[in-house]
């Protein structure tokens, strides 16, 4: 069965870490993962795409790694602000076109 | 360029009674899914449609949920009757059929509480 699992379900930091959420998923021939953000009331926004043949994508403060051997993905936040507090998603798909599969994601909160 | 839109925000009904929820994808996008998102999980896909045709439906229970994308834009997902366990966030997003580029955008959802 393809699962994803995120951990820690949830996190909070004081501003200016940097940190990293994590996330596994138990089927390593993906197509491609996806990272997102989610704010209370609202629905998702992408923040980084990373297709199977790369192993990382930058954006800004945010970096997300894959390792697909190991069926494991990374988001490294640097230097974080109270902004970014929100719920992190990760999502995997196994073909083109083909749906997402979400991990639980990880409540982020980062204290002023 | 507008996001994915979608109506109502939010929805309240009695258990047994029928909802029905709207999306209108961004311009030019052809592929349109449809998740469920229940407090405290992930989104699960309940159906996903290319132009007018769906593409996978394999999580979305039959016996009361049907979807339909009407000429290969808007969709209507429609739960009939409702239960209590439907109380969720139905979530829209659509995307493009490009290799490389398959992002997909969501729109802001319909929260349905179900009582």
């Known amino acids: 069965k393809q699962e994803v699992t995120q951990i820690p379900a949830a996190l909070s930091v004081p501003e200016g870490e940097n940190l990293v959420l994590n996330c596994s998923f138990t089927?390593?021939?993906?197509?491609?993962l996806q990272w997102f953000r989610q704010d209370p009331g609202k629905g998702l926004t992408s923040l980084l795409l990373i297709q199977s043949s790369q192993r990382e994508q930058t954006s800004g403060r945010l970096n997300a790694s894959l390792d697909k051997s190991s069926g494991r993905s990374t988001l490294y936040i640097a230097a974080s602000q109270p902004g970014d507090s929100a719920t992190y998603l990760c999502a995997v798909r196994y073909n083109q076109g083909g749906k997402l599969i979400f991990g639980q994601g990880t409540e982020l909160s980062v204290k002023p | 360029e507008a996001g994915v839109a979608q109506s109502p925000r939010y929805k309240i009904i009695e258990k047994r009674q029928s909802v029905a929820f709207w999306c209108n994808p961004i311009s030019g996008h052809a592929t349109l899914y449809w998740y469920q998102q229940i407090l405290g999980q992930g989104p699960k896909l309940l159906i996903q449609f290319q132009n007018n045709g769906v593409v996978d439906d394999s999580q979305l229970p039959k016996d009361r949920f049907s979807a339909e994308r009407l000429k290969g834009v808007d969709s209507t997902l429609k739960i009939q009757p409702a239960k209590l366990e439907d109380s969720a966030v139905y979530l829209c997003?659509?995307?493009?059929?490009?290799?490389?580029?398959?992002?997909?955008?969501f729109g802001p959802g319909t929260r349905l509480l179900v009582l």
């Open positions: 089927d390593s021939a993906i197509y491609n």
């Open positions: 997003a659509s995307s493009r059929y490009i290799a490389g580029d398959e992002t997909q955008y």
